[in-house]
Every structure is written in structure tokens, then in C-alpha cells.
Nanobody, 122 residues
Framework: VQLQASGGGTVQAEGSLRLSCAASGRFHISYVMGWFRQAPGKEREFVAVIWSASETFYRDSVKGRFTISRDYARNTVALQMDSLKPEDTAVYYC?????????????????WGQGTLVTVPA
């Protein structure tokens, strides 16, 4: 399975950015998909995951600002990020794996993309 993320860049505070991730290879439609991020000097942290259209989970600091969605026909996942803040600056990683209660833990995902950088200047 390969995950290819795109859409990162530099955006001013309160601006918006949309990340996309496409899965290929031996990807199974039952896999859940999500996003993690890692800011400079900090540990990688959970951002969001989508189990189904009605089952999505977010870290508290992005609730109400970020929206995760998935296109099952294209095996893609997107992260719409609005009202961005400088503290959102990080490398964002697309992830995929079997459904698990470890969804907010890095151990919950077998497949990782290469990361895309999002910068929100202070």
C-alpha cells in the first residue's frame, strides 16, 4: 500500500488549506484513513480519522476547524483545514489501517504517507 499526500503549503493565520491523500497498491476499502502531524521538536500527534461518513474523530484543538472526508471510489481522503493557526504548523502525514480503538495512537496504523508540510506564520 502506498499513500501519497499533497496540498501542503504556506498560508496566513485564519486562512484555509486542503490536504489530499491517495491510496494505491493493495489497499482494501475496509481500511480507515486519517491524518497525523508532527511539529518541529515535538512528537507526532493524531489529527483526525474517518471510519465512515458518520464516524469521524478529531483531536480537540482542531474540532470545528478541520473536516475530514473520504472518497471511497477513488481511495482518497481529504482534510479541509480552516481558521488555521500558527500552532497548526507541522508536517502532516496521511495514514491508513484497520479499524482500531488505537485510532489516536501511531501504533494504530500500518501504512504511512511521506508527509506534506503546512506552515502558518505567526
Amino acid at each position: 500500500v502506498q499513500l501519497q499526500a499533497s496540498g501542503g503549503g504556506t498560508v496566513q493565520a485564519e486562512g484555509s488549506l486542503r490536504l489530499s491523500c491517495a491510496a494505491s497498491g493493495r489497499f482494501h476499502i475496509s481500511y480507515v484513513m486519517g491524518w497525523f502531524r508532527q511539529a518541529p521538536g515535538k512528537e507526532r500527534e493524531f489529527v483526525a480519522v474517518i471510519w465512515s461518513a458518520s464516524e469521524t474523530f478529531y483531536r480537540d484543538s482542531v474540532k470545528g476547524r478541520f473536516t475530514i472526508s473520504r472518497d471511497y471510489a477513488r481511495n482518497t481522503v481529504a482534510l479541509q483545514m480552516d481558521s488555521l493557526k500558527p500552532e497548526d504548523t507541522a508536517v502532516y502525514y496521511c495514514v491508513a489501517g484497520v479499524k482500531s480503538m488505537l485510532y489516536s495512537n501511531t501504533r494504530g496504523y500500518k501504512f504511512w504517507g511521506q508527509g506534506t508540510l503546512v506552515t502558518v506564520p505567526a
